[in-house]
């Protein structure tokens, strides 16, 4: 059964589609089968996958709603390698519709468990809010990925997603837990990133990833070619943290962390 992963941080801008772009394309580098699930209207990591939101036949938005099962909404990202579940303005209206079916936290959930044994990771975006998707979203999920800037206000903010994860850990979801905190756009030039960084690790110690990623030029260049930076530029510095991500990731679940959390 796949892993289910919410990437997700209320926060916009902070790196969690490109995140999802480039955790999805270096899992499929060591051979995993991913799934991304873009869940924000934006259809940023549709773009970002080399698909173009605009002339698709069928989206999430359908899925959610229960006019098309995950299967037969699915494209397959050639630079990537994995197949995407993809988003674009539809979705908009979904988050009210949402409201008025039944099962309206767990309609992701119960789609994507139709297809979780055809894949090892499936990944999903979230939109920058706390919003009826994001809920399904974490609803869906196993764990968590939360990618933060290391800057002043990045602390700000973290407590209400903290609080809305063990809200939903304890009304929908108990499998849900924290997988990681993960530091993006890194500049270690900065005393400022690194007093926030210093400040993350003692206050969540393990449950931050080792892995940081750097502010890259490649990582914001790749979707503009509708690709992970593995398929743009294999070599720059992006594309390498985020395969230092997944090997991290892989070797966590291999050993579990001994102290939980959620
Ligand atoms: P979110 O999905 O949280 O809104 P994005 O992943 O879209 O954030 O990132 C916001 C912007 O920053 C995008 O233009 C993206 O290309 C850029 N970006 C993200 N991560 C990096 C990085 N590590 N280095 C440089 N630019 C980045
Ligand atoms: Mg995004």
Redesign the pocket.
């Known amino acids: 059964m796949a892993k289910i992963l919410a990437v997700t ?1 209320q ?9 999802c772009v480039n955790l999805a394309a270096s899992l499929v580098a060591t051979k995993r089968r991913v799934l991304l699930v873009d869940l ?1 209207p934006q259809g ?1 990591a549709t773009m970002g996958s080399g698909v173009n939101k605009q002339t698709l036949s069928a989206s999430v938005y359908d899925v959610l709603t229960g006019q098309k099962e995950v299967v037969d909404a699915l494209v397959k990202s050639e630079s990537g390698g994995f197949d995407l579940l993809p988003a674009n303005g539809d979705l908009t209206a979904a988050e009210v519709q949402l409201l008025e079916l039944p099962n309206k936290e767990k309609r992701l959930s119960y789609a994507l468990a139709k297809a979780a044994s055809q894949y090892d990771y499936i990944i999903v ?1 979230c939109p ?1 809010s706390l919003n009826m998707l994001t809920v399904n979203a974490l609803a869906a999920a196993n764990g968590v990925i939360i ?1 933060m800037q290391c800057e002043y206000y990045a602390l700000e903010g973290l407590t209400a997603l903290l609080d809305t994860i063990q809200r939903i850990s304890r009304v929908l979801n108990a499998n849900l837990k924290i997988e990681g905190l993960l530091r ?3 500049d270690p030039r900065t005393s400022l990133a690194n007093e926030v960084s210093s400040q993350l690790v003692n206050h969540f110690g393990d449950k931050v990833y080792r892995t940081v ?5 490649r ?2 260049e790749a ?1 503009s070619f509708g690709m992970p930076a593995l398929a743009y530029d294999k070599a720059s510095r ?1 594309a390498v ?1 985020y395969l230092a991500l997944a090997g991290e990731m892989l070797r966590r679940q291999e050993t579990p962390l001994k102290q939980e959390s959620a």
């Open positions: 941080n926060k916009g801008g902070v790196g969690k589609t490109t995140t924000d940023n975006d920058p990618p993006t756009m890194y990623i750097p502010r890259n030029i990582l914001a979707p992006g943290a």
